[in-house]
Nanobody, 120 residues
Framework: VQLQESGPGLVKPSQTLSLTCTVSGGSITTNYYYWSWIRQPPGKGLEWMGAITYSGSTYYSPSLKSRTSISRDTSNNQFTLQVSSVTPEDTAVYYC?????????????WGQGTQVTVSS
């Protein structure tokens, strides 16, 4: 299984950050996997943001729930992250990953990560 993040590397403050994770070698609808977004701000630890399950259910970190949305495109085997009203504090390397539970679980596959900078 391979995961690949894609999206703009630079986003202006107050705009919406949008990233896509393309999965190959396995279906995002396969029982019973969770597909997560995780980020790592510079100099800080990993932060789980949210996940979408094999059935399309979503789970979010309480601290980000009001600004975060995760959806999927099963025809293209992709899932997407949107974060609204971004600030420079949203600058981070963003990863997508697979597990069998929500939260900072045991992830067996990760994308390589993509740098997103929030700056005017």
């Amino acid at each position: 299984v391979q995961l690949q993040e894609s999206g703009p590397g630079l986003v202006k403050p107050s705009q919406t950050l949008s990233l896509t994770c393309t999965v190959s070698g396995g279906s995002i609808t396969t029982n019973y996997y969770y597909w997560s977004w995780i980020r790592q701000p510079p100099g800080k630890g990993l932060e789980w943001m949210g996940a979408i399950t094999y059935s399309g259910s979503t789970y979010y970190s309480p601290s980000l729930k009001s600004r975060t949305s995760i959806s999927r495109d099963t025809s293209n085997n992709q899932f997407t992250l949107q974060v609204s009203s971004v600030t420079p504090e949203d600058t981070a390397v963003y990863y997508c990953a697979r597990s069998m539970d929500w939260g900072m679980s045991d992830f067996d596959y990760w994308g390589q990560g993509t740098q997103v900078t929030v700056s005017s």
